[in-house]
């Protein structure tokens, strides 16, 4: 059987999988999603326990528009705009809330950390002529076409590029701009939205500090699932054909054509092809390819994360939707982090309450807390104990800084560590952002979204260009669209 011109395949059902069907399918192509999971979402799933709804993957939502673009009218506008982003817990008991509006957040450091509203301000105006500078060639294109890469407006972003500092590292520029640790520490927490090290990543990474502060952080009314869900009803309203529980064994290639994939003796023949796997599985198992494997392994995976979700028998009104109590000594958290692969024994921990937003995520005077650690990628270190220390450290610290005996608050209970996400979501090392940006040259080694070699495959998701997390995973599902329509003449 030959495959119609217009018939298109996607292999998984993440977010960025779900993104490229929706794509597809607007511009008129038959389109199938083969999912070796019972539903879709990937990373961006929840699940319930004792009257408890948990988010299990993303809790920070930025660049809404990118969702909305994929939706019918009628199903936006589905988030709101959080008035504080987040509340902040050194460990000198300094409390800090971050707050939308710039104005407020900087008078707000000046009189808790004694920094001056100017200095934050102008941090935050450098990290947004950072952002104007790299997103149209980081974030929103491919570079891996010189005819995207050499254009006018490249040429003048390129008069800007000392802007970028990218022979500092984000802790260098961080301290170098701010002064005072507290807030270095805060804004050095940057790097870890994609998985890297602030003390290795390029000071390039501050524009994620103007994403969230300047941009704005959203949180949508139904939870961050409520993403996936949306996305899901919008393709099979556009006739996409979703199959569950199949994994994909194959992807075919002739010649230099892709051809279809292989679910066990069954072949499924298409002309365009969009893998949403992770990209190390993809040449491990899909389409073996050691040659390219050993260039992905060049560099390090981002960070993994240990999580538990608690449900609480009662309410804290001194936490928010998103709060953060740092760690002491945040070099040593990191080095245990990318150098001894260990959790470090004092870890930033990151408390999400979506109850804080959507009461009925708990039962009446209760809260769903999802907390989670930094945690390295899997290589094999003994997770059931690193859990049973993890989980101790936290309470003792949690409980200190809010005085409260916080085990007898916990009603519901489970946990998830980096082995659990590869098993779930093909994640190679249950890496959440697949390769860190710790090296200079990271961004240009990530893998295309595409095959010069290979007509009609394709690569969206968290492990290519542009990079991990729901904006970037949406951003290569709009590269990918925008490529199949040049090379198809598709309209
Ligand atoms: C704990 C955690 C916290 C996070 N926090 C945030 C956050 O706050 N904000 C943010 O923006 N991002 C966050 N992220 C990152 C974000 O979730 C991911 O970048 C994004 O969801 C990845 O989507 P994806 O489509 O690329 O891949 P995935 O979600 O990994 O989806 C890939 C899909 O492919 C399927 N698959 C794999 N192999 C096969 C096969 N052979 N056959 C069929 N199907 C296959 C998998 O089952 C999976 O469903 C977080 C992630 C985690 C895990």
Not at 11 to 20: M, N, S
Request: charged residues 25%; glycine residues 6%.
């Amino acid at each position: 059987m030959k495959a119609m011109n217009n018939t298109g395949i996607v292999i998984g059902a993440g977010i960025a999988g779900l993104a490229i069907a929706i794509r597809m399918a607007r511009r008129g192509m038959c389109v199938s999603v083969y999912e070796q999971a019972a539903r879709s979402g990937g990373k961006l799933k929840e699940f319930r326990q004792d009257g408890f709804r948990f988010d299990m993957g993303p809790s920070l939502f930025t660049l809404p528009h990118l969702v909305d673009e994929l939706l019918d009218e009628d199903l936006r506008p589905f988030y709101r705009q959080l008035e504080v982003v987040t509340r902040y817990f050194f460990e000198d008991g300094t409390q800090l809330k971050a707050l939308a509006d710039v104005e407020e957040f900087a008078i707000e450091v000046e009189q808790k950390l004694g920094v001056s509203a100017d200095k934050v301000k102008g941090y935050l105006s450098h990290a947004e002529e950072v952002f104007e500078l790299t997103a149209p060639i980081f974030i929103f294109n491919t570079f891996h076409r010189w005819k995207d890469v050499i254009t006018l407006a490249n040429f003048k972003r390129l008069l800007r590029f000392s802007k970028l500092k990218v022979f500092s590292s984000l802790h260098q520029f961080n301290k170098q701009m701010l002064g005072d640790d507290r807030l270095v520490q805060l804004f050095d927490r940057y790097a870890t939205y994609n998985g890297s090290n602030p003390y290795q990543t390029p000071a390039t990474l501050s524009v994620i500090a103007h994403l969230e502060h300047e941009l704005g952080a959203y949180f949508p009314k139904r939870g961050m699932h409520q993403i996936n869900q949306l996305l899901f009803m919008q393709a099979k309203r556009l006739g996409v054909d979703f199959h569950f529980n199949t994994k994909v064994d194959e992807v075919l290639v002739e010649g230099k054509k892709v051809r279809g994939i292989r679910i066990g003796d069954e072949e499924k023949w298409c002309k365009q092809l969009v893998s949403d796997v992770d990209i190390h599985q993809f040449y491990r198992s899909l389409l073996p390819d050691r040659k390219r494997l050993k260039k992905l392994e060049k560099f390090d995976r981002s960070s993994s994360a240990m999580i538990f979700y608690w449900g609480m028998n009662k309410r804290f009104p001194d936490l928010s939707l998103h709060n953060i109590f740092f760690s002491k000594n945040y070099k040593d958290e990191f080095d245990n982090l990318f150098e001894r692969k260990l959790i470090s024994p004092d870890p930033t921990v990151y408390v999400f309450i979506s109850s804080k937003e959507n009461p009925d995520d708990a039962p009446s005077g209760c809260e769903n807390w999802f907390v989670m650690v930094n945690a390295p990628e899997n290589v094999g270190q003994d997770w059931e104990q690193m859990r049973r220390q993890v989980r101790k450290a936290v309470l003792i610290k949690l409980g200190r800084l809010l005085k409260e005996n916080l085990e007898a608050c916990i009603v519901a209970e489970k946990c998830l560590n980096p082995v659990d996400i590869e098993q779930t979501t093909g994640s190679f090392g249950g890496s959440i952002y697949g390769a860190s940006s710790n090296h200079l040259l990271s961004a240009f080694y990530r893998h295309p979204n595409f095959r010069k070699d290979i007509e009609g495959l394709y690569f969206v998701g968290g492990s290519v260009h542009p990079g991990g997390g729901i904006p970037l995973c949406l951003s290569s599902a709009k590269i990918v669209e925008r490529i199949m329509v040049e090379k198809t003449k598709l309209r």
